[in-house]
């Protein structure tokens, strides 16, 4: 096992911002790749790794971290060596654990790699499926490199692939940015060549002076709905963003610094596109003249980071809340309940007949018997409330602010009855039914692994006392 297979999803999580924040802030494309790696060798429990810009056909190399530090490396592979022939003809990931494949890092130009016996190499692919850069990790420090490994590293090259797209978007923006103080001409000029909206404004934003024609092919307005509609860039701000982002403004204007932020604009389409607006004071001696300023597309950054939460916090296969997350949530359910002197209801759920399915359709149907069941269990309860799925065949549900055992009894009921009801993808010869089992705060605990235990005990007194049916632990009273 790796170090990253036995982290947990939150652990992951917190590595994987951190890299993600690290290659982001990053002031140039070296930075970049000394954070990714860094990232893949703790990631993966490697004794060394390296990163490679593709420059003219070759893999460029100039360092290498040896677990210690970072050692000079100046060397260039091509299509001649094997395993950079292959990986750059196939642009996939692969394992090399073969010493004599691994050709290329002799004794002079990287002594700590002279003696390897296996490495990963992971293509960092572009947004154009061109290839940007190589990943590369030697010699795990315990056993060797498996599928999981390279999974995790995968994962870690799509982030380096957005990092390094926008440092090179960055690195063209302050070039451009130069060049707009020489002349007004030299600045359309340049700023129409790059894949970004450069725009020039008054010092307080209230009218825009120039926005270059990159404006339609990102939000769809052309450069006359903007120069005509000066109120066009602020109504077009995410409502949820708005205020920060006209706040932010006035800050820079009051402080006399440069103005950043990310936040989301709406295109004409009517899609929300993710933006980094930068903006610095454009001046004559100590006269401030103008605002100079770019605006560049992190969507596909900002859909990582919310992949990366999706899969610390749900289960991916219904979508529901995973046993962190529901954990989480009770606790709060909890700490409110105790607050507000109000009762909550822990459902501990139980499909009966699902091993049958799997054994006898095949776990594709069961996959999808377990995604229908969750949209059911989701349609019977209210939005307040909390569905998760703990694993397998096995659902949680908060019930909060619960006023009598009817109330709860109404809602068991309608699952029983919303799970129990024929699927189309087993078909009426199989049947699903659901075994409930309910615990209540503070009656059955007044703690999450309390009433968890206890919710969990009264659903295996409903599996054996003929399923199908719904068990309050033994301590809840009709005095709720």
């Not at 610095?280 to 560049?296: E, F, M, P």
């Not at 909890?334 to 501990?348: D, F, T």
Request: net charge negative; glycine share 6%; hydrophobic share 45%.
């Amino acid at each position: 096992m790796t170090v990253g297979q036995n982290m947990s999803k939150a652990e992951l999580l917190a590595l994987f911002t951190h890299a993600s924040n690290g290659m982001h802030v990053s002031p140039d494309i070296p930075a970049i790749l000394r954070v990714a790696v860094s990232s893949a060798v703790r990631l993966v429990g490697a004794r060394a790794g390296s990163a490679g810009l593709v420059v003219d056909g070759k893999l460029a190399f100039s360092e290498y971290a040896d677990g210690q530090s970072w050692v000079p490396m100046s060397c260039r592979f091509g299509a001649e060596d094997g395993w950079v022939g292959d990986l750059i003809k196939y642009r996939k990931p692969f394992i090399v654990t073969d010493a004599d494949a691994i050709t290329g890092f002799a004794p002079q130009v990287a002594p700590a790699l002279a003696e390897i016996n296996q490495l990963i190499a992971m293509p960092v692919i572009g947004k154009q499926n061109e290839m940007l850069a190589c990943l590369l990790v030697f010699d795990k420090n315990e056993g060797l490199f498996d599928a999981q490994d390279g999974m995790l590293l995968e994962l870690l090259a799509s982030m380096i692939s957005v990092a390094l797209e926008n440092g090179i978007q960055q690195q063209e923006n302050r070039r451009v940015e130069a060049d707009l103080e020489k002349s007004v001409a030299t600045y359309r000029t340049l700023v129409e060549q790059i894949p970004a909206i450069t725009y020039i404004a008054t010092l307080d934003r209230s009218r825009i002076l120039f926005v270059s024609p990159q404006v339609e092919e990102i939000l769809g307005y052309s450069q006359d709905d903007f120069l005509a509609n000066q109120q066009m860039w602020s109504e077009q701000i995410h409502p949820d963003d708005h205020d920060r982002v006209i706040a932010e403004v006035k800050q820079s204007l009051q402080e006399d610094i440069p103005f950043h932020s990310e936040y989301r604009i709406c295109a004409k389409d009517g899609r929300d596109i993710w933006v980094k607006d930068a903006a610095a004071t454009v001046r004559d001696h100590d006269q401030a003249l103008y605002l100079q300023g770019v605006v560049y597309d992190i969507t596909e950054r900002k859909l990582s980071e919310e992949k990366l939460v999706q899969m610390a916090h749900f289960d991916l296969l219904t979508g529901l809340a995973n046993r962190a997350l529901f954990q989480d949530r009770l606790d709060q359910a909890v700490a409110q309940a105790k607050r507000h002197q109000q009762k909550l209801a822990v459902l501990y759920l139980d499909l009966d007949g699902f091993k049958a399915v799997n054994d006898t359709l095949g776990h594709k149907a069961g996959d999808t018997l377990l995604a229908e069941t969750a949209k059911r269990l989701r349609d019977s309860v209210r939005e307040i409330d909390t569905v998760a799925r703990m694993g397998g065949d096995e659902f949680t549900i908060i019930l909060t602010d619960v006023t009598s055992l009817d109330n709860i009894r109404l809602v068991t009921d309608k699952i029983i009855h919303a799970v129990g009801a024929p699927y189309a993808c087993v078909g009426e010869k199989q049947a699903v039914t659901a075994s409930i089992g309910v615990a209540i705060y503070p009656d059955d605990g007044k703690h999450r692994d309390t009433l968890m235990t206890a919710a969990d005990n009264a659903m295996y007194v409903a599996k054996n006392s003929g399923k199908n049916r719904c068990c309050f632990h033994q301590s809840a009273t009709e005095n709720v």
